[in-house]
């Protein structure tokens, strides 16, 4: 007769098959050990894939990773204690962007709650409004079923797994088949608004705003201006440098903002958004809190337009456009030293159709998005980024997750900053019998936070200060990290030795060091800023 524990955990793990899950995270550990011997048996039968690592934040952002580029569940699991508490800032960013992320944590039995017994804690809730949490014990298994197959799995969720002694499975477990269900129906589709034409109107792509925006952009013959992330910088509707052109007189004379996704990357863009002479006609976005941070004039499921607008509107930005782009383009290539624009460029154009890449917060999205034109439609590129809490914390791990969420043939970068690579140092370690996806990691390493540079606290008034509050240097030999880790690393100082990395992956995991200036940093922002007609 199976034993209450191993009996609930593979209750579990059936429901987590039947919730669509394919993908599972465990962090080892002794509470969670019923459910890991079940999910073992689950990926030995090839019902799922199983990655370990020894790090819960890191399998936190591995299995968000994975969750992004699947379109379906992951789940991480973890033991008791402390270790709950990791997970927190993956559930974070789940829960902003949308991202359906199922978390299993092992506890103890109810009854030992705030006796001190070890690793007991309350647990059952620890994520807040983040993700909803079903605390479940041997007797709950019908509640536990009926709960997943009604949850709504485009947010997070929280199963808090109670397993007493004994915690070994003391019999064999014949996996089977488990169709996938099918939750809560939805009542109707999106219902489509008629936007009226007229007004000098520009859309606005933020993250994860998807192919609707350009196709409204294409068929009003408007603007588009898409972060990279938005899943649609593509066609020839896109404004490749829409933050400089907002700064000048065509900025100036926009009258109606239509906003898909969740756009968070500029100031000129925010300062349009928060303008009293535009109106702002929102999509609803997905995640936690779909509220525009913004005056709305109406927000719809679905937007569309009867025909094309005045062509005058768009020809005068794609004009500006052209014009700006070659201004930049000659002023970066008469820098003296590699520029991080110049590196983020440069891995835009190393991506191939169907390729991948993720991108780090704080400077390497922003110049990313600064220098990123538009790919062609239909060449399924796709570009990721935390950019629902838009934090730097596991950012290599989320990479990871997604390089092995994607088919073995197509190539994977990440790109991100020195402080970033070294916030998820733990994302590098794999043990040998993880998989390794083929990625290609370019840290743009300025020894420190040259954001902050770029901002008020940057300015030249702050100058002693800079560096112990913001700037943090930190002299870290990436090289030396990368060989602990295992993988190989290779660091270049020119533009010509970027772009031959660039082409030539060793593959598996490798890290390309692009060594960069920061004291330079602000005042080649004010030249580009300058850019603006």
Known sequence: ???????????????????????????????????SFALYDAAQAGVLRLHTRIDERTAGFLALGLAKVGNRPAAVTCTSGTAVA????????????????????????????????????????????????????????????????????RRPVHL????????????????????????TPTTRGPRDHLLGLGPRTVVVAGDDAGPPARQLA???GWPLLAEPSSGCRTGDSVIRTYRLLLAG?????????????HPTLSRPVSRLL?????????????????????????????IRVDGPDDPAWF??????????????????????????????????????????????????????????????????RKVIANRGLAGIDGTTSSAIGAALGRPRSSRAFA?????????????????????????TIVVVNDDGGSIFATLEQGAPEHADRFDTLFGTPHGVDVASLCAAARVPHLRVTGLPELEQALASPNGGIEVVEARVRRDDRRALDEKIRALAP
């Open 1 to 35: 007769m199976t034993n209450p524990s191993t009996r609930l955990a593979r209750t579990v793990v059936t429901a987590l098959r039947g919730s669509g899950v394919r993908e599972v995270v465990i962090a080892p550990g002794s509470r969670n050990a019923p459910l």
């Open 315 to 380: 020809e005068a930005w794609r004009d500006a456009d052209r014009a700006t782009s070659r201004d930049l383009d000659r002023l970066l290539a008469a820098e003296p030293d590699l520029t991080p624009h110049e590196v983020a460029g440069a891995v835009s154009r190393a991506l191939p159709p169907r390729g991948l890449l993720v991108v780090g917060a704080s400077n390497p999205v922003r110049d990313l998005d600064l220098m990123v034109a538009p790919y062609d439609v239909g060449g399924r």
């Open 160 to 183: 808090n797994v109670q397993l007493d002694d004994p915690l070994l499975p003391d019999d064999g477990w014949e996996v089977g088949e488990v169709a996938e269900w099918e939750g």
């Open 249 to 261: 007189e065509l900025g100036r004379q926009v009258e109606r903002v239509v906003v898909f996704g």
């Open 274 to 302: 928060a303008r009293d002479d535009v109106e702002v006609v929102s999509v609803r976005p997905r995640g936690m809190w779909p509220d525009r941070p913004f005056p709305v004039a109406g927000e719809h499921e679905a």
């Open 86 to 153: 990791h997970l927190l800032p993956a559930v974070m960013e789940a829960a902003h962007a949308g991202v359906p992320l199922v978390v299993v944590t092992a506890d103890r039995p109810a009854r030992l709650r705030g006796t001190g017994a070890n690793q007991t804690t309350d647990q059952a809730g620890i994520f807040g409004t983040f993700a909803p949490t079903l605390d479940v014990a041997v007797a709950d298994l019908e509640e536990l079923l009926a709960f997943v197959r009604t949850h709504d799995f």
């Open 218 to 220: 294409e068929r009003a």
């Open 415 to 439: 790109l991100m900053g020195d402080v970033t690579f070294l916030h998820d140092t733990t994302g590098l370690f794999l043990g040998p019998r993880e998989e390794r996806p083929d990625l």
